[in-house]
Structures are given as C-alpha cells and as structure tokens.
C-alpha cells in the first residue's frame, strides 16, 4: 500500500517532468548558442590583496542567542589590530538582535537590513560594506580560536588565491565531523558530489573544492567581480560551493589552511528554523541549478539530465534518497529558469578553463603540476609508487617484480610507496619494506569503501574492484607533500589513475595484457554462463584498455609480443611503450645449482588466486602426469604457492602429487628439485616464475604461452610443449639426463643474467623516469 501511494502522489511529477527538462535543455541550449554569437569573456585582472587586516563578516537572522554566545570570541580574536573590523549584517531579524548588538558590542559595525535578504544577501551585503581586501565570513554559531585570522591571512600567497577556508571543529568532540572545511568536489552519474575530509596528515596550505561561506577568508575584490553570492540559490546551501567552482573556472586557487581553527555549532542557525524536509527541497533544487549554470560541457549536461529523469523515476518508484534528483526539486528549479539562463551567461563570460579543468585543479596532484613551475629531477628522483596489492612477502609474481624493483628503486632514487591491502594483518609483514622506502601507505581494501557495482556497467569487474576515493586522495596527497617527480603505477587496474598532468609523468605497468589474457582462457572455460562471462569481462577490458592507457604518459610491458599486441589495437601508443625495465629478477640472490638435485622430482610454482595457475595445474595431472608416471614412476610433483587447491578438488589421477602451499623463500624448492614445469595455456605477460627458475639452475619445460617473451626455441634454454605428450616427453628426457638438464641450465642462467637482472633493468628504469619527466618539463616551454 504505501508503494502504490507514493506512486499515485508522483504520477503528476511524473507526468509534467518529461516538459519540464526539455523545456529546461532547450532554455539552456538557446543561452548558449546566444552566448557563442554575442557572448565575450572577461579577463580576470589578478591582483594580490593587502593582507595586513581584516574584516569579518557575521550575517545574523534571529540569531541574539547566538551572538551573545560567540561574538565575543571574534571580537577578541581582531583586537590587536584596529585596522581589522566586525561586520554584523542585521537580517531583518524578529528577535531583538540589532538592539542587542548595538548595546553590548558598541565596537561592531551594525548593518540593519530592512528584510531578510538570505544567507546570500546578507553576505553580499557585508561584502560591500566592508573597507579591507580581505573578508571573513562567519556564521553566526562560530566559535574562533584566538589566533585564527593571522594564518587566513597568511594564505593569500599570491595573486591568484581567491579564497582561505578555516578547519571546523564541532564543540562536542565526540559528534562526528561532518564538517572539516577540507573539501572536494567531482561530478559523478551526472551530478555535482561533495564532501569534507578529515586528513590530520595535512598541517600547512592545502587546494581545496571551495571555501565554506560560514568559515573562510575571501579576496573581496575577487569576490564582488564573481558577483557574491548567487540569489538563484536562496534561501541556503551550495552558494559556497558555487562560488568556488566559479573562482576554479576563472584561474584562481582555493586554499585549506589547517591552522586557523574555528568551532562550529553544526546547522545552529537553519536547523532551528527549518525542517529536515524542507532543506533537503532546498538541496534538490540548488544542485540542479547549480548544473545549469555551471556546467558547460554538453556531454556532461546531457548526462546530467538523464540522472534527473531516472532519479524522478526511482524516487517516486522507492522514494527520495539524499543524492538523487525528484520531481519536486526539478520542478522547483524549472521555475527559476529564467534566473538560471541569466546566471549561466554570466558564468560563460566569466571561465576561464573547462569544466574538465576545474574539477582537476583543487586535487592536490593537479594543483601543484598546474599552478608551480617544476624544477628538473634532482640527483635522486622521488617516485610515487602505486599497487592494487601487497608487495611483501611476494605471494605471486607480480609481488616479485613489485619488491624486487622497490627495493632496487630505493637504493637509487626516494620511493614513495601507496599499497592498497585486503588485510589488517598484511601490515606487520610490510614494516620491513619500510625500512627501506622514504615513506609508505596502505590503504587496508576491507576497511575503505570500493565503488558500489553496478548492473550492466561497462567498467571492467577488476577495475571496479581498485576503484577508491581514499586510494586517488592519499595519491594526489602525496604528490602534492612530497614533490613527486614521476608515478608509477602498477597493473592494467591502476591505469584509472593515470592523471593527464603537464609536468608529472604517468607510466603504468600492464604486467599482464589484460584482455588479451581474457582471450586466451576463452578456449578453456567449459560452463556457457562463465564463458558468457568471460566474454563480457573481454569485451569491458578492450574498451577500457583502448581507453586508459592512452591517458597514460608510458606504458611498461612484460616482453615485445606484448608490446606488438597492444600496439596492434592501440596504433596511437606506438613509441611510448617500454618491454625492458620491469621483468626481471635479482639475480645476485638466487644460487646457482646445476647438480645435486633430488631425482625424480617436478616443481610447480604460483599463487592460485590467479586463474590461470589453476587451469594449468589441472591440465598437467590430468594429461601429463599420468604419462610421466608411466615411464618414471616414482615421479612426483610438489606445488608450491598461495591459496592452493583442496586436494579433493584434483584430478582423480593426482597420484605422486604434494601440495606444500605458501613458503616464505622459493629459493630452497628451486634449488632441490630436479625440473620446474610451466603449463601455463592463459594469461599475458612475463612468468616471474621462469626468471627464477633460470636464475637458480633448475632446467624448465613451458608451454609456449608460459614462456613467452622468454624463449622461442625449443631446447635452447628450456624445453617447449603445447600437447600433453610433447610435455611428458620432454619433462621425461630431463628426468633421465642431468647431464642435459645441466646445459640447458647453464644456457638459462647466462641469458637471464644477461637480459634479465633486476639492478640492471631498474637502473635503465630511473633513466627512463628522467628521459620522461625532462621531456615533459621541456615541452610545457
């Protein structure tokens, strides 16, 4: 019953909201075809406020109770400098408050409006008023700390600061901090989001979205040129953050400054006068009009326009949620369209930058790369390096070519290390890698929220999965605290943080071709709805590939067949993708044994959360073993790795077959077993498996794909077989000759030494993060 009576309240909604976003675009199109036939930009004329005092705005509405409370802590906070004053803008209040201020604060500069203007107005009011350059806003429920104003001031570093925000603190420290003056902003399924963030490792001046109007410092004549406050969005809510996307959009900086503390009583002054109801209709409204005005991109707003529509739907299918549009709210903006054509051209005259732009430039990462003039890489280049996993120990792979280039890295340049984590637990292990990096985070996946998923979305389900919020801040942080010079990121996944800077390269590492590695395990899944799956899963990678990677300023790769794979769908990469600084061992630390070796015995190594090890397991008991078996049987296979299969889950002929699981150091196995096998018929890239393996002396039968970047010629330093016969035979004649296992060890060892050491290839590594990073710096001349 309730379903159908919300339905039946929202069939007029429902009806008249199709007219009303059309009748809305049309009005927003027209504007804009006027605007690029008549319409001109205003240049902005940038000049440094005088930072030597201030005046503080405090817009007041039937708030006595409230300035008696606070006023005095602002009052005390400016009385070392007659040059700053107190504006208090009298908002035609009902409460006695003009009386009252003028008897008990005779100091303060009373602006008695004759009706109230709203929180805009009011301050707009005040701005006007008021005699110095720079202009603190305050609510009236604001609580200032002594020394709050000199590091506002201190902020306006130069001619393009428009705005120095305060951190918020609530009086009752236990109440969560929904408010931190740390703000961010992006668009998202077509509409404006923001947040505060809490990030106590923030301690100096810091871009933020824009300046609460409550809380933050204004360069005043920068202010009154963007036109105050916008009345369209009376009575309250989102005025501040228009005027900062306007301030982004016209060149101009907003700024955090952590050390000007304020207190707030959260929504002191409209939570007593209005409902929860009531705002949220405010908020629906003013973040529609806020888009249509601001948002000048088309593809955006079209994009903005269908959210609308579908969350008119959904609401009055399931009822209203805080991020989602209602009929209500696009009706009452539909009203104000008049007000939003005229403020939407006031807008377009005054950008200077794209929308795209304007949502980059207050992330820190951005910021610094388009606001400073970076210097030259010094003599040890700071890395931020990025990974979706752990590094330490290396569980698979990839978490040996991860560790083994971080620890090379460190020796040679200052690496900044960002790790995302499935567990608390994972933590301790890596306070070793910490030792040696100059500094490391980790962002534990379990306890940061991921990106919800979505029916029938087109991003890659593993992309989906290393889609953080937290992960992109703590990368843009770091750039900006530690004067990053390159990124480095690892996997295909983390190519969604590739940033597009000017000055900072971005090379991402595809230690495996994604949907190329999809490809190749089509052939082996049997079950239609998992194939059907997987071709989906194939088809999201390529378009997401083709996609991303070219937003990337290098792409690594494992081995030139992946090179000329890529480049093969991708043309447009062709001279900016590197196949030899990444896969490669330390070969230093791997002992060479060539003799000894215990008899009869086959080594399989791999973590078994990777599809592909799983698949090639199976394939070998089930179909080379038993062959093996035949002619040598006492042979027998130890599988080494993470997360390995129940034994019941084997083949049925898994006889001679020892599951060892995770160790700690590979090395022992590989020096003690007398072939390592690599039936590996999925997946992309590089086996870190068969570099150690060379390194360490022990001979190696591959199928081709296993070995691929590595050999090409069967028998020439490891034997090569796609069948389950060739496999067995070749695996077999090593088993029977360790005088020929021994030379074809040999052979392995000389080559990956030569082609394949990892102080080599990370030395060459650091030259291309200096080639790439000079290159960049050069161009922007």
């Known amino acids: 019953m309730d379903f159908l009576k919300r339905v039946v309240r929202a069939i007029p909604y429902l009806a008249l909201a199709p007219f009303a976003a059309v009748a809305a675009l049309l009005s927003l199109a027209i504007c804009d075809l006027l605007f690029a036939l008549f319409g001109r930009r205003r240049s902005p004329a940038d000049t440094r406020p005088r930072a030597r005092a ?102 306006f570093t130069d001619d393009k600061v428009f705005a120095v925000s305060c951190q918020i603190f609530f009086s009752d420290p236990a109440k969560l901090r929904e408010e931190t003056g740390l703000t961010q902003g992006w668009w998202e399924d077509g509409a404006l989001r923001v947040r505060h963030r809490a990030d106590d490792r923030i301690t100096g001046l810091f871009p933020c979205f824009y300046g609460g109007g409550g809380s933050c410092a204004f360069d005043r004549a920068k202010f009154l040129e963007l036109g105050g406050f916008d009345h369209i969005l009376a009575p309250f809510y989102l005025e501040d953050t228009d005027l900062g996307y306007l301030a982004w959009k016209r060149g101009w900086k907003v700024l955090y400054q952590p050390a000007s503390r304020v207190f707030h009583e959260h929504r002191g002054t409209i939570g007593k006068r209005f ?91 951005y910021f610094r790369d388009r606001f400073e003039r970076l210097p030259e890489p010094g003599p040890r280049m700071r890395v931020l390096f990025v990974t979706p996993y752990g590094i330490y120990p290396p569980v698979h792979g990839g978490g040996v070519f991860m560790y083994q280039t971080v620890r090379e890295l460190a020796r040679i340049a200052e690496v900044h290390l960002i790790a995302m984590l499935d567990w608390p637990r994972e933590l301790e292990p890596h306070r070793y890698v910490d030792q040696f990096v100059s500094s490391a985070d980790y962002i534990i996946r379990t306890e940061s929220a991921p990106r919800q998923k979505k029916l029938g979305s087109a991003v890659p389900h593993a992309v989906a999965e290393f889609h953080n919020a937290d992960l992109e801040w703590l990368i843009h942080r770091q750039i900006y605290h530690h004067g990053i010079d390159v990124v480095q990121l690892e996997y295909t996944v983390m190519a969604q943080y590739a940033a597009g800077f000017h000055q900072i390269p971005s090379i991402v590492f595809e230690h495996d071709v994604y949907f190329q590695s999809i490809a190749r395990g089509l052939p082996t899944t049997r079950k239609a709805l998992t194939r059907l799956q997987a071709r989906w899963e194939y088809l999201r990678a390529l378009r997401y590939e083709v996609r991303e990677l070219p937003k990337a300023d290098r792409i690594q790769v494992c081995s030139r067949e992946n090179r000329e794979y890529l480049e093969s769908f991708v043309p447009e990469l062709r001279g900016r993708i590197d196949d030899g600084f990444r896969a490669g061992v330390d070969t230093a630390s791997y002992e060479f044994v060539d003799s000894g070796r215990e008899p009869d015995t086959m080594l399989f190594l791999g973590s078994f959360r990777h599809l592909p090890n799983q698949e090639a397991l199976e394939w070998f008991i089930s179909g080379v073993l038993p ?5 040598r049987p006492a042979a027998r296979l130890v599988v080494i790795g993470s997360d390995p299969p129940p034994r019941h889950s084997l083949p049925r002929n898994a006889e001679g077959v020892e599951l060892v699981g995770f160790v700690e150091d590979v090395r022992q196995a590989l020096a003690r077993y007398a072939v390592f096998i690599c039936p590996i018929l999925s997946g992309s890239g590089v086996r870190v498996k068969l570099l150690e393996a060379f390194a360490s002396g022990i001979p190696v039968v591959s199928t081709r794909i296993g070995a691929e970047g590595l050999a090409w010629n069967d028998g020439e330093i490891c034997g090569l077989a796609d069948d389950h016969a060739g496999f067995a035979e070749r695996v077999v004649r090593l088993l029977d000759s360790p005088s020929e296992a021994a030379a074809l060890a040999r052979r392995a060892r000389a080559e990956v030494v030569a082609k394949r050491d990892m102080r080599t290839m990370t030395a060459a590594l650091l030259d291309s993060y200096r080639s790439a990073a000079a290159s960049m710096r050069k161009g922007r001349d």
């Open 627 to 631: 062959a093996i078996r035949e002619k």
């Open 54 to 155: 201030a005046s503080v705005v405090i817009p007041n509405w039937n708030g006595r109770d409230l300035l008696e409370k606070y006023l005095p802590s602002v009052i005390a906070a400016l009385a070392g400098n007659p040059a700053n004053e107190v504006i208090v803008v009298e908002n035609g209040s009902e409460d006695g408050s003009a009386e009252f201020v003028r008897e008990r604060f005779p100091e303060v500069r009373l602006l008695a409006l004759d009706r109230n203007l709203g929180f805009g107005g009011g301050s707009n009011a005040g701005f006007a008023a008021a005699k110095n350059d720079i202009v603190v806003l305050l609510n009236s429920d604001m609580r200032v700390e002594p020394d709050f104003l000199q590091p506002l001031l201190d902020g």
């Open 275 to 365: 409902t929860q109801a009531q705002v949220q209709a405010v908020l629906k409204k003013n973040y529609i009009l806020f888009c249509w005005k601001n948002v000048h991109e088309w593809p955006r707003l079209m994009s903005h326009f269908a959210a609308t529509m579908a969350g008119v739907v959904l609401s009055a299918l399931f009822g209203d949620a805080p991020l989602r549009a209602n009929g209500a709210g696009l009706l009452r903006a539909v009203r104000q369209i008049g007000g939003a054509c005229a403020a939407r051209w006031r807008a377009r005259s005054l950008a200077m930058i794209s929308d795209t732009e304007a949502f980059k430039r207050p992330l820190a990462g």
